[in-house]
Structure formats: C-alpha cells, structure tokens
C-alpha cells in the first residue's frame, strides 16, 4: 500500500493533488445548480458538493468555491486557491433561489461541460444543450431533462475562513420526481432513475444497491429488506 504524508501531497504538482484529493471522499453526489440572475440570464453549473443537513426543515447544503473578489481582498498564500468568477454564487445572493438537478445517465456528458468557463452573459442551457423548465411561483430554471430535482430558498451563505469556499444552505420548496421511485415509506429510489455518481473530478458512475437495510437496534442483527421496505 502506498503512503503519502503531507509532504508528499504538498508536492504533488496542482491539478495531480486536487485530483487526488477530490478522490479521496469516494463517490459523491452529482446535480447541476440552476440559477437566474435579474437580468433573466440563466446559469446551470455541475457541483459534487452537496449536502444533507436536516429534514424538519428540509435543508441542504451546498460548497461554492472563492469569488475572485473575495480572493482578491485577502492576501493569497498557497492554502489560498486560484479562483474565476462565479455566476452561481451571485445568481443565488440576487435572487435568494436555486434549483437542484440530479445528474442523470442521459446527460452526463452534457452536464460535465457546464463546468467549462462560459462568460456570464452565456447561458449553460443553450452552450451544451439542455432544457429549461419552470415551476409557477419558482423564478430559477429547472432542467427539464433531470428526473429528480428540487427548488431551495437561501436560508444561510457563510464564508469559510479556512480556505475562503462558501457554504450556502439552502430549505427545499418543491421537488418533481416520477412518482415510481417514491416509495410508500419516503424512501427515494435514485437508482430507477438512473442518477449518476461522481468521483474525483471527472469520473462518473452508474450504481448497483447491494440492498436496504433495516433500521439498526443495539443486539440485534439487521435484516436486507426490498426497495420498496419491506
């Protein structure tokens, strides 16, 4: 088995130690965020970083990488990152509202693109190819193509101090997904829908479930149960 210390990962070239380390949390979420700014310009950009927080309120949390304002304020050191503009950030501080999209099997691809660096004046949708879709009472786009997605209100954004990311925490609203997958005891069953998994910075995953497992109690075994929970 290989070692690597902090020495040996502070030495690794830039982009070899972001790899590296964006591996190291094994597969994540992959959704694309919808936004709008006041302009009407919408954005769709591909994130791994959300989060559940709570259920009573609904919460989620989400990691935004630094403004380039925000960098430019602070003094830079090496635990500082390189940063570009982020329409996303400031689509969500104009209008308090952002759409989730899980990433499906269909639109992996054009999903990952969205992570190129378009100028603010572009929208995401129309460079790769993917639909807008709206909800009354909701003014940021869905993607239309995504089989489970969500609306969330901002209820916190809270700069971290340690490497300048932003934590934004968002209460869920309005979720559309094919009433198939939505199982008789709240259970989701992503899976149908042939959601992605991403894993390190560019890898993307089809799942297999091993099984449901029942609800643990101290000295006694649990049991596999079906999707459905039974």
Request: net charge negative; glycine share 6%; proline share 3%.
């Amino acid at each position: 088995m290989k070692h690597f210390s902090t020495k040996a990962i502070g030495e690794l070239e830039s982009r070899q130690r972001a790899r590296f380390i964006n591996s190291l949390s094994g597969f994540k979420s992959a959704n694309l965020v919808g936004t709008i700014d006041n302009k009407g310009v919408t954005n769709l950009s591909i994130v791994s970083s959300v989060f559940h927080i709570g259920a009573s309120p609904a919460l989620l949390g989400m990691i935004i990488r630094p403004t380039a304002v925000q960098v430019k304020e602070q003094a830079q050191t090496a635990t500082h990152p390189q940063s570009v503009p982020r329409d996303t950030l400031a689509n969500i501080e104009q209008t308090g509202v952002y759409t989730l999209n899980h990433v499906c099997v269909d639109i992996y691809q054009q999903a990952h693109q969205t992570s190129a660096r378009y100028d603010a004046e572009v929208s995401e949708f129309d460079a790769v190819g993917l639909t807008e879709s709206y909800l009354d009472g909701v003014a940021a786009p869905f993607v239309l193509e995504s089989q489970l997605k969500f609306s969330l209100s901002v209820r916190e954004i809270t700069p971290l101090k340690i490497n300048n990311t932003i934590l934004i925490i968002g209460e869920v609203t309005h979720v559309l997904v094919d009433d198939k997958a939505v199982k008789a005891d709240g259970y989701i069953d992503i899976e149908a829908l042939n959601t992605t998994a991403v894993s390190g910075l560019d890898s993307y995953h089809v799942t297999e479930r091993l099984s449901r497992q029942s609800y643990a109690k101290v000295g006694k075994n649990t049991k596999m149960l079906t999707v459905s929970g039974d």
